[in-house]
């Protein structure tokens, strides 16, 4: 399978603050995605983002698919930010099993 | 569209109990995951459905877990007989697979612990 590695595992912030969270695959990935897992185990997909950039409000992501990274920016961020952030690939067949990485806890704090 | 719908929301049980997890994906999705998360071992995919047929069900994790999708609108994961390594949260998620896939959207979760 697909080898994801999302960077930094840990994350705490000042409210205001800004972040750079990385995904990197070790593979190809196509259909790339983006999820939020909030602190009541909710998971909300952010970003549907197979290359290029999108932004919503506070928080954008850049995928560059042919050197296999994501990035998810979070701008001013606020202490419901807080959560496990996730990106998933899959290998683009057109039944695609997305591979998961482990996560990044981000904790911002008022 | 109310989401991914799973019910129960919690689930305890005693270790040799039949557990049964149901999912309602959101409709017009054509695809069907079942996922299981812990802290030890993340979100791992258990198995996944395509227009009802089931496509990869390597991560089933033995004989004792299976899954069920009888129609578009209905899942079931089965754990006969449950066991407390099973406790975790199992997710179902769904989304429109055609031919390029797209968005992938989880119900709330079921929380299993087996006693």
């Known amino acids: 399978g697909i080898q994801v590695e999302q960077s930094p595992p840990d994350l705490i912030l000042q409210e205001g603050a800004n972040s750079t969270l990385r995904c990197n695959f070790s593979d190809s990935v196509n259909n790339l995605q983006w999820f939020h897992q909030n602190p009541w185990g909710q998971l909300i997909n952010l970003f549907y983002?197979?290359?290029g950039t999108k932004q919503n409000g506070r928080l954008s992501a850049t995928t560059v698919a042919t050197e296999r990274y994501s990035l998810l920016y979070i701008s001013s961020s606020q202490t419901t930010d807080s959560g496990v952030y996730f990106c998933a690939g899959d290998r683009g067949s057109t039944l695609g099993r997305l591979y998961f990485g482990r996560g990044t806890q981000l904790t911002v704090w008022p | 569209d109310a989401g991914v719908i799973q019910s129960p929301r919690h689930e305890v049980t005693e270790m040799g109990q039949e557990v049964t997890l149901r999912c309602k994906p959101i409709s017009g999705h054509n695809s069907l995951f079942w996922y299981r998360q812990t802290m030890m071992r993340g979100l791992e995919l258990l198995i996944y459905?395509?227009?009802?047929?089931?496509?990869?069900d390597s991560g089933m994790p033995e004989d004792r877990f299976s899954a069920k999708m009888p129609n578009a609108s209905f899942s079931t994961l089965k754990i006969q007989p449950s066991e407390p390594r099973d406790s975790a949260v199992y997710f179902c998620?769904?989304?429109?697979?055609?031919?390029?896939?797209?968005?992938?959207?989880f119900g709330s979760g079921t929380q299993l612990s087996v006693l």
């Open positions: 998620a769904s989304r429109m697979d055609r031919g390029l896939n797209e968005k992938l959207f």
């Open positions: 459905f395509n227009n009802n047929v089931p496509i990869d």
């Open positions: 983002i197979p290359s």
